[in-house]
T-cell receptor, first 112, second 114 residues
Framework: SQKIEQNSEALNIQEGKTATLTCNYTNYSPAYLQWYRQDPGRGPVFLLL?????KEKRKERLKVTFDTTLKQSLFHITASQPADSATYLCAPITGGGNKLTFGTGTQLKVEL | DAGVIQSPRHEVTEMGQEVTLRCKPISGHNSLFWYRQTMMRGLELLIYFNNNVPIDDSGMPEDRFSAKMPNASFSTLKIQPSEPRDSAVYFCASSFDGGDQPQHFGDGTRLSIL
C-alpha cells in the first residue's frame, strides 16, 4: 500500500542553522510533491511544489529536492529563525488528479 | 482577498446529535476538499469535489458522513448521528483544478463529541 513517512521525532535546531526535513514515500510514482507549513490552530499553508522532472526548487530561504530513484524529498530551511517553528507536511501527488495524501508531518523548533 | 472560510470554528455537542460543518471556498476555485486531522491519523482526505461534483469520496469513513456542494461558493459536511470518535479538526480547502495547484486551507472546525 502507499505510504508516506516523515521524521516522527520533533527536530530542534539552533537559530541560524540549516534545518533539513525528510519525506520518504513507497508504492508511489508522484508527478508532483507539495510542501506545506502548519501552525497550531491554523490550516496548512502551501510553501513549494516540485515536479518529477525537477531535481531542486528554491524560494528565498527554502529549498526542496526530489529524488525519484530514492523516492525521497528533502526540505531545507537555511538561516533558520524562531518564526520558522511549525509543523511541515509533505504531500506527493500522482498525475491526472489533484488528490493530496499528506505525510504525518515533522515538528520543527528553532531555538535562540 | 478572503481566504477559505469555515464555520463554526468550534463545535461541542453530544453523541447522537447531527453536526453540520460549513465551508465557503475562494471565489474562482473549482476544486473543494474536506479533510479530517487527528493526532493518531494525521491529515486525511475525506472527499473532494470538482466543479461541484463529488469526484472521490473513498475517504468518507461511513454512511454517517455526507457532503454536499450545492453551488460553487458553498459546501457542507454533515455527520448524523455523531459519535465521540468523530472528534477531530475538520478542514476545508479549495484550489484550481490540477495536481500542480496549491490548496488553500481554512482554519478548520474543532469538533468535540461528548
Amino acid at each position: 500500500s502507499q505510504k508516506i513517512e516523515q521524521n516522527s521525532e520533533a527536530l530542534n535546531i539552533q537559530e541560524g542553522k540549516t534545518a533539513t526535513l525528510t519525506c520518504n514515500y513507497t508504492n508511489y510514482s508522484p508527478a508532483y510533491l507539495q510542501w506545506y507549513r502548519q501552525d497550531p490552530g491554523r490550516g496548512p499553508v502551501f510553501l513549494l511544489l516540485i515536479r518529477e522532472n525537477e531535481k531542486e526548487k528554491r524560494k528565498e530561504r527554502l529549498k526542496v529536492t526530489f529524488d525519484t530513484t530514492l523516492k525521497q524529498s528533502l526540505f531545507h530551511i537555511t538561516a533558520s529563525q524562531p518564526a520558522d517553528s511549525a509543523t511541515y507536511l509533505c504531500a506527493p501527488i500522482t498525475g491526472g488528479g489533484n488528490k493530496l495524501t499528506f505525510g504525518t508531518g515533522t515538528q520543527l523548533k528553532v531555538e535562540l | 482577498d478572503a481566504g477559505v472560510i469555515q464555520s463554526p470554528r468550534h463545535e461541542v455537542t453530544e453523541m447522537g446529535q447531527e453536526v453540520t460543518l460549513r465551508c465557503k471556498p475562494i471565489s474562482g476555485h473549482n476544486s473543494l476538499f474536506w479533510y479530517r486531522q487527528t493526532m493518531m491519523r494525521g491529515l486525511e482526505l475525506l472527499i473532494y469535489f470538482n466543479n461541484n461534483v463529488p469526484i472521490d469520496d473513498s475517504g468518507m469513513p461511513e454512511d454517517r458522513f455526507s457532503a454536499k456542494m450545492p453551488n460553487a461558493s458553498f459546501s457542507t459536511l454533515k455527520i448524523q448521528p455523531s459519535e465521540p470518535r468523530d472528534s477531530a479538526v475538520y478542514f476545508c480547502a479549495s484550489s484550481f483544478d490540477g495536481g500542480d495547484q496549491p490548496q488553500h486551507f481554512g482554519d478548520g472546525t474543532r469538533l468535540s463529541i461528548l
